[in-house]
């Protein structure tokens, strides 16, 4: 199981909160996101968790995912975590999942619960499918969000 985390950024129309790309032979769970609003003033906003459906050109930003058992530090993650594109991908018309948000310090907590009906999944490979991308809906707050995943 592995952590990403991305600090005190405002949401922007203009560019991904991050996008994660799976590995050639592992596919990813998303077992918990934590979300929080890091403003002094209320500022609404939303993020939308969507499968894309063509690939992006030129990420950059990566972020390294830290394995939150430190007995298996030496064990890199296979998915890569993206927070720029030159292009970024295409999304589907609807989010898979949506998380409200307001930049005064709100929270927001979402665990899996173990059912796989309601699982945030990504296949195995690296077709544009195997893209999960969170992005704007609407708002500009600023936040810190932190996903927690597992290989499988």
Not at 84 to 103: C, K, M, R, V, Y
Request: aromatic share 12%; with cysteine.
């Amino acid at each position: 199981m592995y952590d990403v985390r991305r600090s005190n950024t405002a949401l922007a129309s203009s560019t991904d909160f991050w996008t994660f790309l799976s590995g050639a032979s592992h596919g990813v769970v998303i077992l918990e996101m934590d979300f929080n609003g890091q403003g002094v003033a209320s500022a609404q906003g939303e993020l939308g968790v969507y499968v894309c459906t063509s690939t992006g050109t030129t990420p950059g930003g990566a972020i390294t995912a830290q394995p939150i058992n430190t007995r298996y530090s030496a064990v890199a993650a296979t998915t890569t975590v993206y927070t720029t594109w030159s292009a970024a991908p295409t999304i589907g018309s609807e989010p898979i999942f949506t998380i409200p948000i307001n930049g005064n310090g709100e929270r927001f907590r979402w665990i899996w619960n173990g059912d796989w009906g309601n699982a945030i999944t990504i296949a195995p490979g690296t077709a544009a499918a195997n893209y999960l991308t969170f992005r704007q809906i609407a708002g500009t707050p600023t936040v810190t969000g932190r996903v927690r995943f597992a290989e499988v």
